[in-house]
């Protein structure tokens, strides 16, 4: 026998539409769609005056999870992984069904694609340095992050970081990644398994950088492998980070922790360079005014021996 339940269509929420909490009664006002995937779609609302995200879906169970997953992310003092959650609730809906719905912090930015546009490849480098320190606690609480891409994550501001905004992906580690996107997906470019280990999102990581680099992406070709090493070595300027992308597409670094360190090296690295070129720039600017101060004093003795030998001999 078929239930009402198993036949329960998607939902759609129109922009003015009221959505009211079945049991904490409480309101919000959709603005607008701002994305939606294998789970539930996500939408920008207003509750007290204030902007939220609210997720919306048909699959209670899944709702129930990714609701585990923030709560989780909250237990890990001093670390924001992910958006804060704000409420959970059930919404009936007019055409009789009940759907499940949590509502999470709303973080306003830019994506990493428009925000590269407009600064250099040093600040992604810093960028990543501050990230791979969430992924690494991430790791920490067993969970691996998944679908790992640029649609999910946004760069926030004061402070300047970037931030993942959908954790519908987070599997535990060990078990088989429950939604993916095959352009960062290590089984796709036969790179590796599909089974969620922090390698996985590592990987999903270097095409989220190579991504930057090719805002349309690429076909994998016959050989995947070759293909993003071609890219990569096309695209990377950056010596230190044209070589990490190779490992991590390797898999030859499968540490969050270990990739962070080797980006503080380079930035350490880079930071004594541009310290050590000032610094001769500054020297070499004192030496230059001394110098002419130095001919200047000449010049003012000549001059004035000229004009005495010229006026008194």
């Known amino acids: 026998m078929i239930t009402k339940t198993s036949k329960k269509p998607d939902i759609f929420l129109k922009k003015g539409q009221l959505v009211k909490g079945k049991w904490h009664r409480k309101h919000y006002h959709v ?22 995200a609210l997720k919306i879906s048909k699959q209670s169970t899944s709702i129930s999870s990714e609701v585990n997953v923030l709560k989780s992310f909250q237990a890990v003092q001093g670390y924001h992984l992910g958006p804060s959650l704000i409420d ?17 912090e709303y973080i306003s930015g830019e994506s990493l694609h428009d925000f590269m546009r407009n600064n250099n490849e040093e600040w992604l480098i810093t960028l990543l340095i501050k990230f791979l320190n969430d992924l690494h606690v991430l790791h920490q609480q067993g969970y691996v992050f ?13 402070p300047t970081r970037l931030r993942w905004v959908d954790v519908g992906g987070t599997t535990l ?37 190579i991504r930057v680099y090719y805002p349309n992406g690429f076909s994998k070709g016959n050989s995947p492998k070759k293909t993003l090493q071609q890219k990569i ?4 300027q950056i010596e230190p980070l044209r070589k990490l992308l190779m490992m991590l597409v390797n898999q030859t670094i499968v540490r969050a922790e270990d ?20 610094n001769q720039v500054t020297k070499n600017r004192q030496e230059a005014v001394y110098s002419y101060f130095e001919i200047g004093g000449i010049l003012t003795i000549g001059a004035l021996g000229y004009v005495y030998v010229t006026l008194f001999m």
């Open 173 to 209: 580690q060990g078990r088989a990644i429950k939604e993916y996107t095959e352009f960062y997906d290590r089984a796709y470019w036969q790179c590796g398994s599909r089974k969620a280990d922090p390698g996985y999102d590592l990987f999903a990581l270097a095409m989220v950088i």
């Open 88 to 104: 959970v609730d059930d919404y009936q809906a007019h055409n009789g069904f009940t759907y499940s719905f949590y509502v999470m």
């Open 259 to 278: 990739v962070k360190q080797y980006l503080l090296q380079y930035f350490i690295h880079e930071k004594t360079r541009s310290d050590r070129r000032e």
């Open 233 to 236: 070595n096309q695209a990377v």
């Open 146 to 158: 998944g679908d790992l891409k640029l649609e999910n994550l946004i760069v926030s501001q004061k």
């Open 31 to 52: 603005i607008k769609k701002l994305g939606s995937g294998a789970i539930g779609a996500v939408y920008l609302c207003v509750h007290e005056k204030k902007k939220v």
